[in-house]
């Protein structure tokens, strides 16, 4: 999608100017804001002078966010997202990543009031709401309202990101501006851990995870896992955005980025890394077709050749600790997973212990036999590391079986949506479609070795799925995106 076309544009479907009173309505409201803005000022100024400064500092900044572009703010926030826990702000009850979130929706409030975002509509909204709404009920019915709450809080943001995601990407133009403000932040944590790997240390933590003489790089993230899951989440938007980027420098630095995306996730040594990367390679291969997946192809042979004698020696030692189970820690603990999760399960067979209450709950049900008995200081912290597990122990068999449904009817709606968008030549919208369904092969995969069920990226995933069933915000159907097709390979 070099351009688009006059005569692509004039496929598109053209809307109804937009009535006198609606704009009168806006200018109304913007100078009647204006007025009771300065009025109120006028007011805090004579009657407490000691705090009408923060107050007009604090105006003026959510005057600021509110003109900000909401894609600019995202970005930060998924930065922020990158390290996975939460920076806290010394004195206040609030975290940064809190206060990125608001700041996103305050810059988004300006395109939902000049009807610039779409709305999902349909199934595929319907069992989101309906995903998400299980997902509160089992949080504040659960064994601990405390912790439950918190999940509840978590599911409500996540809810939030996936709604806007969907509304702000049924425009191509904002489509790729999503997928560079995934792309860019996660490369930069990519060189962060290249500069791990020379330096052979952790550069933003105390990490000392050595194998066979390499360190197990992380970037920016809490570990090794976290870093190449969200390197690998990357990958296909980088893919998306080397064939549709408007410019031909931005289509080449977008296939760049992919490419290195794809090659220093090799360096964590993680053995399910190993095994996910060929299954999304051939994916994007697949899907993308055409020259870009000839590229795909020759750089993974590529990387395999210039790597594989390095890295392979140490990743067939990784696979080969498996033959002895019991002196794996890694393959211990994540045995200790099952056999308290289930132990869970066994006790809250249908519904659950309530989602997010696993850590009050799972110590009163555990095996003594278990190798993580020594962690029992700290069992409110623990919870089952494997997400089908915690979906499990969590929120019983209807839950587990809800959320496969809910799965398998997503991915069957967009590989359906991806085939007829390819029968109609929309190349580039195809193409967002394929990103997205090889997210979800991750995030498939990555859910039965890693706990991924409130992680941002995975309701992201769910947003761009529901972005291809939207409505204007006037209602009629939305197709933004033309049949201009892009000249990049």
Known sequence: MNSESAAADSSLPISPPPPIWRGLLIGGSQAAALLGGSAALAVAIALWPMIAG????????????????????????????LRTAAIDLPGLPVSVNQVFFLVFFVSLARWAWT????????????????????????????????????????????????VAVAAMAASPRVARQIS?????????????GAAEALLR???FGDAKDLFHGFFRINGLSPNAIVFAYTCLYAFPFGLFLARHSPRWIG????????????????????RQTWLFMP??????????RGALGRVLLVGALAAVLAFGPILGPPVVARFRNLKSFQTDWSF?????????????????????????????????????????????????????????LRLLAETGAVGLALN????????????????????????????????????????LMGSAVQDTSLYLRTWMTFGLTLAFAVTRAGGAAVDRWGRAETNAP
């Open 54 to 81: 923060p107050i007009f500092l604090l105006a003026a900044g959510g005057a600021v966010v509110f003109l900000l572009h909401p894609v600019f703010t995202f970005a930060l926030y998924y930065a922020l997202s």
């Open 115 to 162: 009807r610039r975002l779409a709305r999902p509509r349909g199934w595929p909204f319907l069992a989101t709401v309906a995903l998400a709404g299980f997902y509160v009920v089992s949080a504040l019915t659960g064994q601990s309202f405390s912790f439950g709450l918190n999940a509840a809080k978590t599911t409500i943001t996540m809810f939030a990101i996936a």
């Open 180 to 192: 560079w403000a995934v792309v860019l932040p996660t490369v930069f944590g990519g060189l962060v």
């Open 201 to 203: 240390r952790d550069i």
């Open 251 to 270: 289509r080449a630095a977008a296939l760049g980025c992919a490419l290195f995306l794809l090659v220093i996730p090799l360096a964590t040594f993680n």
């Open 279 to 288: 299954i999304l390679v051939l994916l994007a291969i697949v899907m993308f």
């Open 332 to 388: 211990r603990q994540r045995q200790d997973y099952v056999i308290n999760g289930l132990s869970v399960f066994h006790h809250f067979p249908w519904f659950g212990c309530g989602l997010g209450s696993y850590g009050p709950t799972w110590w009163q049900y555990h095996s003594p036999d278990t190798f993580m008995q020594q962690y029992a200081w700290m069992w409110e912290k623990y919870s089952p590391d494997l997400s089908y």
């Open 404 to 443: 496969l449904l809910y799965y398998a009817a997503l991915t069957r709606f967009l590989w359906r949506r991806w085939r007829k968008l390819r029968a109609e030549g929309r190349r580039a919208e195809a193409d967002l479609a394929a990103a997205t369904l090889n997210t979800w092969a991750l995030f």
